[in-house]
């Protein structure tokens, strides 16, 4: 058995919480009423950005602060400690912040990559300064 010191251990046990703690959430942190929207939007930048600005302003105020969690990770200095880029970021945090309530397998596999490019241009291009003012 290899030997994780604690730190990493502590980071995998952080990351595998925050994860847990959205993808538990009653609700999820974009609301089921606008998922249509972020899986047509999914190549549009400001159509995304318009769609995040419409949430009610807790689910927008808990999600910008978790896309600039996000983009802190994505910064090429983390980058290149974590190997976690803004696509790796998008694969493993998209479904907990986007549920598909299809049971379609196909339905289901086409909206995972348009969850991914939505949450991976949320981390690009959502400008989420103003949460360091609210911090």
Not at 10 to 24: D, I, N, P, Q
């Amino acid at each position: 058995m290899q030997h994780r010191d604690v730190t990493s251990l502590s980071v995998s046990v952080s990351a595998s919480l925050l994860k847990l703690w959205y993808r538990e959430l009653e609700e999820p942190v974009i609301p089921q009423s606008f998922y249509k929207q972020c899986i047509s939007y999914y190549e549009d930048p400001d159509a995304a950005i318009r769609v995040v600005q419409s949430l009610p302003q807790l689910n927008r105020l808990v999600l910008c602060y978790f896309i600039n969690f996000l983009q802190v990770f994505a910064q090429p200095v983390n980058v290149s400690r974590t190997k976690m880029d803004v696509n790796n970021l998008a694969m493993v945090m998209a479904p907990n912040c986007l549920r598909c309530q299809s049971d379609d397998p196909r339905i289901i596999f086409e909206n995972t990559r348009k969850e991914m490019s939505f949450l991976r241009i949320l981390i690009v291009h959502l400008d989420t300064s103003f949460i360091k003012g609210l911090i």
